[in-house]
C-alpha cells in the first residue's frame, strides 16, 4: 500500500448472503486524482461506494481516506457516513422532493451549523457554478433531470470534501448533456481540487474523466492503470471483450521465443493468424488460445471478382451504417469478426481481403481467464 | 470559489470518532428495535395472558392447570351456537359487501356515471361511522310498531308491521354489510384504476363481449384483491361486538362476541371465557396468515399500471339508472337515513316513533354537553384517548415501520408477521386479555389500560399506512443526507418525516376515528370515572333514547371531523 495514497482500500469484501458482490479488492487513489470504475451491469461498482461512504458495512478489509482509517473490520472500527466528510452523488440523483434547490443544496451546511451569511454565500456560488443560480427557490421535484443532476452536484461540492463518489452520475442524461457536464465536471475539479472516484460503464466517460481506471468483473479487479494503457493493451480477454475487441478462439502453432513476442495461431482449417502474446508466460504449441483484435484495426478491400487475394479472404455477411464509419460482419472460414471502416460501400456477399497487422492482434492462453 | 475553504466539523481525535459511532449507531439501531419491542410485548402480554388464563381452573378455592375450561366450553351447546351464528353474520357480510364494494369501486372508477365524483367521496363515509350507532339508529328506522320505515311501510303498502326484522341475524348482516363495503371498496379501487386498459381492450378486439370481458379478464384479474379483502371482512366482521349487541343480544340470539361479554359479567367465569377467546384466536390467527401467504404468492400478479388509463365504459340510460339506484340504495341506507333517524330523536324532547316539531328541542344537546356528569366525563375521555393513543399509534409505527423497511433484513419476516397479528383479533378478545392482565393490580379499569388495549390493538394499521408509504421512499434520500453530514436523528427530522408525513397524517386520523368509536375492548375494561362515548351510548340505550342519541351526535361530528381533516390534508386512505 502507498503510504501518501489519499483513499486506501485493502482486501474489501462485501458479501449479500451467499453472492460475493466484492472480493478482496485494493485500491489507491491519490489526492486530487480521479478513479474510474469501469465494469458490467452487478460486477459491484456501487458496493464498493457504498462501502467507503459507509453506507454498507463490508465483511472484511480495510478503508482509510485522507489518512485516518474509517473501516476497519479487524480493529472494529466503522464510522458512521457523516463522520466520514465527503460528498456522493448517487445514481438516482436523490434530491429531495419536499425542499428546495437552495434547502437541498445548502442541507450539509445547515447540518455543520454554518452561520447564515457564509450558508447564503455559499449557496450561492456554487448554484452558479452548476448554472442553476435562477432556480434557486424552485421546488426540487419541478427540475428536468439534468438539473435534478446539478442540484446532486452542488450538494455534493458545497461543504467542499475531499473526496467525491460518483455513481454513474450521468445516465440518465442525453448524450449532448453527458459531454457537457463532463466537461462541466473536469473544470470544477480543477478548480476546486477534490478527489474523484467515479462509477460507469460507459468507457469515453471513464477514460475521459480519469486518471486511472479500474475494469472490474464479477466483484473482483481485471485490470487497473492510466486510460491510455487500459484501452491500448487489454490485459485480459474479459477486458478486451468489454472494450469491444473481437475475441475469437484458436489454437496455438508457432510458441514466442520471449515472453509478450510474436506468435502464431491457427483457426478453422487452414487460418493462421500472427500476434502479439498478452500473457506473462511463456506459451506452449497446441495450446487453446484467445484472439483479440480491435474492430478498427482489421482492414478489408474488396476483392474484384476473379482475383486471387493475397492474404485472407472473406465475405461480408451483414453490413450497418453508423455515420462516417461503417460496421461489417466479415466471415473468414466460419469465424466471424467484426470490423469498423470509413464507408466504402460493401454488402453482404461481397468477397474481400482481410488484412490484420499481428502488432495489433493480442493473444492470451484460454482457460486460465474468465470470460464473462 | 476562490480562496474559499472545505466546511468540515471540528476534528476530533480517532477514538473519539470511533466512540461517537458507536453512540450514534446505538440510537440508530437501537430506537427502531426498541419500537418493535414494544410492539411485541403489547401483542404477546395478552396472548399469553389468555392462554394462561384459559389452562387456569378454579374448583372452589383450589386452583389448578387444567384442560377443564375447554372440556366446559366444548360440552356447552352455547357455544356452538354463538359459533354458528357469527359464522353466518361473517359470511353473509362478506358476500354482500364484497359485492356491494366491487359495483360501487366499478362504477366510481370505470364508468362515466354522472355524479361520480361525488360518490367517490361519500362511498367512504360510513368507513368513518360507528357501527353501534348504525345498529341503534336502524333500530329507530326498522323495529316493529316504533320504526320509522316500518311505519311507513305499513301505512303506505300494507305490509305487516313486523315486515323488517331488525333484530335478527339478518339485521346484523345488513349493518355490517353497509360498515365493511368501503373495505372492499378500497381494496379493489386502487388495482381497478392501475389496470392495464390493453388488457380489457385485447379481449374485446379478439371478440370478446363486454359481460364475458368482465367475467373472464376483469374479474380474475382483480380477484387477488377481492380475496385478500374478503378474508379481512370476514374476520373482522364475525369479531366486531357493537352490532350484535344492539340486534342480536336483545332477542336472545347468540353471537360470539356477545357470548364472551356475558361470560364477563357476573356471575363471571373468566377460564371459560378465557378459553372461547384462544379458540377464536387461533381462528383469527390462522385466516391472517392464510390472507399474508395469499398475498405473497400473488404479488407478482398484480396487475401493473403502464400508464395507460383505463377507458371509462359509456353507461346507456338502463345502466346509468342502474348504477344510481345503487348508489342511492348504499348511501341511503348507509349514511343518510341513520343520520336522519339520529338526528330526530336527538332533537325531540321525547322519542315515540314520531316526528312532532312541536316537541322539537336542542335540550338533549345541552344536557349532554353540560348538564349529565357521565355524557361529559365520556366526551373527555373519549377526545382524550383518541388523541393520545393516535399519537403514540403513530410513533411506534414510524420506528416499526423503519424497522421493517431499513433495518437488519434479519428476522424481519418473523417481526412482521408477529406485530400484524392483531390486525384480525376481535377487540372483545383483545380487552379480555388485558382484562386478565390488569384484574386485581392498580390498573384495573383506568384509562391507563384502556389506552394500552387500544395501541395494542390497532397500531398495526398504523405502522402498515407508514411501512407501505416507507417502502416508496428511495433509501438513497436518506443515505445522501448522512454522507452530507447529518446524523441518523437529523436525517429523521429533516428527510425522512417530511416525507412520510402524509402517511403519517393519514395513520394518526385512522387511529383517532378508531378511537373514537371503539367499543369491544372497552366494554370490558371501562370502570366507573372511566367510560367512553361509546360505553356511556350502551349504558344510555337502556334509558333515554333522547340522551343517548344525542351523545351520538357528539361522537359523529368528531368523527366527520376527522373525515373533513381527511379531505383536507389529502392524506390517502389507501395507504391504510
Ligand atoms: N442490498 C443488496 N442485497 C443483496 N444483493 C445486493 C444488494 N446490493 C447489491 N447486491 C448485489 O451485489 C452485486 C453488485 O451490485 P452493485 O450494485 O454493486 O452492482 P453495480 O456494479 O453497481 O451494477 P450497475 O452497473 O447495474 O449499477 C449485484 O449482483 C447485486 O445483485
Ligand atoms: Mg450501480
Given at each position: 500500500m502507498e503510504q501518501d495514497a489519499f483513499v486506501s482500500i485493502r482486501n474489501l469484501t462485501k458479501r449479500f448472503g451467499e453472492h460475493v458482490?466484492?472480493?478482496?479488492i485494493s485500491l489507491n487513489v491519490a489526492e486530487g486524482h480521479t478513479l474510474a470504475l469501469l465494469g458490467p451491469?452487478?460486477?459491484?461498482k456501487t458496493t464498493i461506494l457504498r462501502c467507503l461512504a459507509g453506507l454498507e458495512t463490508p465483511d472484511s478489509g480495510h478503508i482509510s481516506l485522507a489518512g485516518n482509517v474509517v473501516f476497519d473490520h479487524n480493529a472494529r472500527v466503522n464510522l458512521m457516513p457523516e463522520q466520514r466528510e465527503l460528498g456522493i452523488v448517487f445514481q438516482s440523483y436523490a434530491v429531495w422532493p419536499h425542499m428546495s434547490v437552495s434547502e437541498n443544496v445548502g442541507f450539509p451546511l445547515k447540518v455543520r451549523g454554518v452561520a447564515k451569511a457564509e450558508y447564503d454565500d455559499r449557496v450561492a456560488r456554487i448554484l452558479n457554478i452548476v448554472g442553476l443560480g435562477a432556480w434557486r427557490d424552485k421546488g426540487a421535484t419541478q427540475l428536468s433531470g439534468g438539473q435534478q443532476q446539478r442540484v446532486a452536484l452542488a450538494r455534493a461540492l458545497v461543504h467542499q470534501p475531499r473526496l467525491v463518489l460518483f455513481d454513474e452520475p450521468m445516465s440518465n442524461l442525453d448524450t449532448q448533456l453527458r459531454d457537457q457536464v463532463r466537461m462541466e465536471l473536469n473544470i470544477l475539479q480543477a478548480k476546486l481540487g477534490f478527489t474523484a472516484i467515479y462509477v460507469t460503464h460507459d468507457q469515453a466517460e471513464a477514460f475521459s474523466l480519469a486518471e486511472t481506471v479500474v475494469v472490474m468483473n464479477l466483484g473482483r479487479i481485471e485490470t487497473s492503470g492510466p486510460p491510455r494503457d487500459v484501452f491500448h493493451r487489454p490485459r485480459t480477454p474479459f477486458v478486451a471483450r468489454f472494450l469491444g475487441l473481437n475475441v475469437c478462439e484458436g489454437k496455438l502453432v508457432q510458441a514466442n521465443a520471449t515472453a509478450g513476442g510474436q506468435v502464431e495461431v491457427a483457426f478453422g482449417e487452414s487460418l493462421r493468424l500472427r500476434g502479439l502474446s498478452g500473457d506473462e508466460q511463456k506459451l506452449t504449441a497446441g495450446a487453446p488460445v484467445l484472439v483479440c483484435v480491435r474492430k478498427e484495426h482489421i482492414g478489408i478491400r474488396k476483392l474484384a471478382p476473379g482475383a486471387i487475394p493475397q492474404g485472407l479472404s472473406g465475405e461480408i455477411r451483414a453490413a450497418s451504417f453508423l455515420g462516417l464509419n461503417e460496421e461489417y460482419v466479415v466471415a473468414l472460414e466460419g469465424v466471424e469478426l467484426r470490423a469498423v471502416q470509413p464507408a466504402s460501400g460493401l454488402r453482404a456477399g461481397d468477397r474481400v481481403e482481410v488484412s490484420i497487422r499481428p502488432e495489433d492482434c493480442i493473444v492470451f492462453l484460454a482457460g486460465q481467464n474468465r470470460l464473462d | 470559489m476562490q480562496e474559499s475553504t472545505a466546511v468540515r466539523r471540528d476534528p476530533m481525535t480517532a477514538a473519539t470518532a470511533r466512540a461517537q459511532s458507536r453512540v450514534g449507531r446505538f440510537a440508530e439501531v437501537g430506537l427502531p428495535a426498541s419500537g418493535v419491542l414494544i410492539g411485541v410485548l403489547l401483542v404477546l402480554g395478552p396472548f399469553l395472558a389468555t392462554v394462561i388464563r384459559s389452562l387456569l381452573y378454579w374448583d372452589r378455592d383450589q386452583v389448578s392447570l387444567s384442560l377443564q375450561n375447554f372440556v366446559g366450553l366444548f360440552g356447552d351447546p352455547r357455544f356452538y351456537q354463538a359459533v354458528g351464528n357469527t359464522v353466518i353474520c361473517g359470511a353473509g357480510a362478506t358476500i354482500c359487501s364484497c359485492l356491494l364494494g366491487f359495483s360501487l369501486a366499478w362504477i366510481v372508477s370505470r364508468t362515466d356515471l354522472p355524479g361520480r365524483r361525488w360518490f367517490e367521496i361519500f362511498n367512504l363515509v360510513p368507513f368513518f361511522l360507528s357501527p353501534y350507532v348504525g345498529a341503534v339508529s336502524w333500530i329507530y328506522l326498522?323495529?316493529?310498531?316504533?320504526g320509522v320505515l316500518s311505519r311507513l311501510l305499513n301505512q303506505y303498502l300494507g305490509l305487516p308491521d313486523d315486515f323488517i326484522r331488525i333484530y335478527s341475524l339478518g339485521g346484523v348482516i345488513w349493518v355490517l354489510s353497509l360498515f365493511y363495503t368501503p373495505y372492499v371498496y378500497l381494496f379493489v379501487i386502487a388495482p381497478m384504476r392501475q389496470m392495464d386498459a390493453a388488457l380489457e381492450d385485447a379481449a374485446r378486439v379478439h371478440g370478446a363481449s363486454f359481460w364475458y370481458t368482465l367475467r373472464r379478464i376483469t374479474i380474475p384479474l382483480l380477484t387477488p384483491a377481492l380475496l385478500s379483502s374478503a378474508l379481512i371482512v370476514f374476520v373482522t366482521s364475525a369479531g366486531l361486538f357493537d352490532v350484535p349487541l344492539a340486534l342480536a343480544a336483545p332477542k336472545g340470539i347468540r353471537t360470539m362476541p356477545t357470548e364472551i361479554f356475558q361470560l364477563v359479567q357476573?356471575?363471571?367465569d373468566l377460564g371459560r371465557a378465557a378459553s372461547f377467546g384462544v379458540v377464536v384466536m387461533i381462528v383469527t390467527v390462522l385466516f391472517t396468515i392464510l390472507q399474508r401467504r395469499y398475498i405473497d404468492r400473488r404479488r407478482f400478479e398484480t396487475v401493473t399500471g403502464k400508464g395507460y388509463r383505463p377507458r371509462l365504459v359509456q353507461l346507456r340510460r338502463g345502466g346509468r339508472f342502474a348504477a344510481w339506484m345503487l348508489e342511492f340504495v348504499y348511501l341511503g341506507s348507509g349514511v343518510v337515513l341513520p343520520l336522519i333517524a339520529l338526528f330526530m330523536v336527538s332533537f325531540s324532547r321525547l322519542w315515540t316513533g314520531r316526528l312532532d316539531p312541536s316537541v322539537l328541542t336542542t335540550h338533549n344537546f345541552e344536557y349532554v354537553l353540560f348538564g349529565f356528569k357521565l355524557t361529559q366525563t365520556a366526551i373527555l375521555n373519549s377526545v382524550y384517548l383518541a388523541i393520545v393513543g393516535a399519537t403514540i399509534g403513530v410513533a411506534l409505527a414510524v420506528l416499526q415501520g423503519y424497522y421493517l423497511n431499513?433495518?437488519?433484513?434479519?428476522?424481519r419476516a418473523l417481526v412482521d408477521s408477529l406485530l400484524s397479528l392483531p390486525l384480525g383479533i376481535p377487540g372483545i378478545i383483545l380487552g379480555l386479555g388485558f382484562l386478565i392482565i390488569a384484574?386485581?393490580?392498580?390498573?384495573?379499569?383506568t384509562l391507563a389500560i384502556i389506552l394500552i388495549a387500544y395501541i395494542a390493538r390497532f397500531f398495526p394499521f398504523a405502522t402498515r399506512t407508514v411501512s407501505s408509504m416507507l417502502l416508496a421512499i428511495n433509501p438513497e434520500l436518506e443515505q445522501s443526507a448522512r454522507a452530507s453530514g447529518a446524523s441518523w436523528l437529523q436525517t429523521m427530522r429533516y428527510i425522512l418525516l417530511p416525507l412520510l408525513m402524509p402517511a403519517i397524517i393519514a395513520a394518526w386520523l385512522l387511529l383517532f376515528v378508531i378511537f373514537i368509536r371503539e367499543l369491544g375492548a372497552t366494554i370490558l375494561l371501562y370502570g366507573q370515572g372511566t367510560e367512553t362515548i361509546s360505553v356511556a351510548l350502551v349504558i344510555l340505550s337502556e334509558h333515554s333514547a333522547a340522551t343517548m342519541t344525542a351523545l351520538a351526535v357528539v361522537q359523529l361530528i368528531l368523527l366527520l371531523g376527522a373525515f373533513m381533516l381527511f379531505r383536507l390534508t389529502r392524506a390517502s386512505l389507501l395507504q391504510a
Open positions: 458482490a466484492v472480493n478482496d451491469s452487478g460486477c459491484g | 326498522a323495529a316493529p310498531h316504533s357476573y356471575p363471571s431499513r433495518g437488519s433484513r434479519r428476522r384484574i386485581r393490580t392498580p390498573l384495573y379499569s
